[in-house]
């Protein structure tokens, strides 16, 4: 028997990264029991069969996606599934009362055309996805406080749309010229075996994909045209590097005002993400590294001006499977449930 007085919680998508990073994080949340964990090819399995590892913390098994079964257990549900799949579930379980956090691209776009004509797949939930809000807690706070359905941030955007918003909100750059030049670790394509992402093939190698064609381009460019108050239109290209864990978006853009020197920038960054305890502006001339925010809900941002080309470089680097997507969406949690809202998120690293 769990304890009674904590909410009970399901993960579907357990088996998946994002599936075991929720584990890892809500098995040590006061406030949480999981009591659910589904999967599809993994359904009936021990789910230490899948993570040998965890046998001395996790004892329950792998279970069909059965949403009667969900509702009927579960206050808050955790949707850890590829793109496409969330939408037909997240209706049902709203309606049925329940919490749902989506990890897939499912409920991160307020126009469904846009995620039609990116993702392929054409929407029937237009009264749920309007309940839905875009789960960056920087931005969005009091709108995740009150929404049953959230749709969490992609990795790549989450360390983007950090990097960028305070020069938007504000109007310190001429938007059209942001380019963000971002690189990612494997565990950002999930555990699924993938050619690309073989040992012997991403080894040694760095090597952009997606090139101005990469789905994450739309979700950073709704956010980016909600801070500017008009359409904006960024660069974005993606690559894959050598490593487990964690991204870094570099973001160039062409400066307003070419007198701003970068300690200003530095002033201004630390005042808009004064209450936000995740994100860290770093001091003058230091620039972020991913081994610093892996195993953390944290976002570095280094900041630094070329006078020569009047534009600013700004540096972002977090976790991809925390910060990036299963800590976030506990952070959401956090703030639906009016609990702290850094309740189960690590805050230091393991570096070095
Ligand atoms: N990895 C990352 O860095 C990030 C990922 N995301 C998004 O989060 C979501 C989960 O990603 P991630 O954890 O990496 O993915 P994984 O590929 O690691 O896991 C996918 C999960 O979905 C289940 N699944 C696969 N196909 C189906 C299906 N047809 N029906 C039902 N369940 C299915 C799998 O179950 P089984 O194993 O039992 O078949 C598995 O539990 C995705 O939408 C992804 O885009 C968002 C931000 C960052
Ligand atoms: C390295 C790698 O493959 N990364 C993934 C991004 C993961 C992610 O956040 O994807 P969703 O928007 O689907 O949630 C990619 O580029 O497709």
Request: with cysteine; aromatic share 8%; glycine share 10%.
């Amino acid at each position: 028997m769990g304890n009674p007085k904590r909410v009970p919680v399901g993960i579907v998508g357990a088996s998946g990264y994002g599936g075991v990073q929720l584990i890892r994080l809500l098995m040590e949340h006061p406030e949480v029991e999981i009591v659910y964990l589904g999967g599809d090819s993994s359904a009936g399995k021990p789910y230490t069969d899948l993570y040998p590892h965890l046998f001395h913390k996790v004892s329950l098994n792998v279970e069909p996606i059965d949403i009667d079964v969900i509702a009927s257990r579960c206050e808050v549900v955790f949707l850890g599934l590829p793109n496409g799949i969330a939408c037909d579930l997240a209706p049902i379980l709203v309606e049925k009362g329940c919490k749902v956090l989506d990890l897939s691209a499912d409920y991160r776009f307020k126009d469904l055309e846009t995620y039609t004509t990116w993702y392929k797949k054409d929407r029937t939930d237009q009264k749920t996805a309007q309940k839905a809000v875009y789960g960056l807690p920087e931005l969005y706070r009091e709108e995740i406080k009150a929404s049953p359905l959230i749709g969490c941030p992609g990795c790549y955007p989450t360390a983007s749309i950090l990097a960028l918003s305070p020069l938007l909100k504000q109007g310190l750059i001429v938007p059209e010229t942001a380019i963000i030049d971002a690189k990612s670790g494997t565990s950002g394509g999930g555990r699924q075996a993938k050619v690309n992402m073989l040992l012997a093939e991403a080894d040694n190698s760095l090597g952009a994909y997606g090139v101005a064609k990469h789905r994450h381009t739309p979700e950073i460019e709704q956010i980016c045209s909600d801070l500017a108050g008009h359409e904006v239109r960024v660069q974005f290209t993606p690559h894959l590097i050598p490593m487990v864990r964690g991204i870094l978006a570099t973001v160039y853009a062409t400066l307003r005002d070419p007198g701003l020197v970068r300690e200003d920038l530095i002033t201004i960054y630390g005042a808009f993400y004064r209450s936000s305890s995740f994100v860290k502006i770093l001091p003058t001339g230091v620039y972020p590294q991913t081994k610093w925010a892996c195993g953390t809900n944290l976002c570095y941002i280094g900041i630094e001006v070329d006078p020569r080309t009047d534009r600013i470089i700004v540096m972002s680097a977090i976790d991809n499977l925390i910060k990036g997507q299963a800590g976030q969406a506990v952070q959401c949690l956090n703030l639906m449930m009016g609990w702290d809202e850094a309740l189960g998120l690590p805050q230091m690293s393991f570096y070095p």
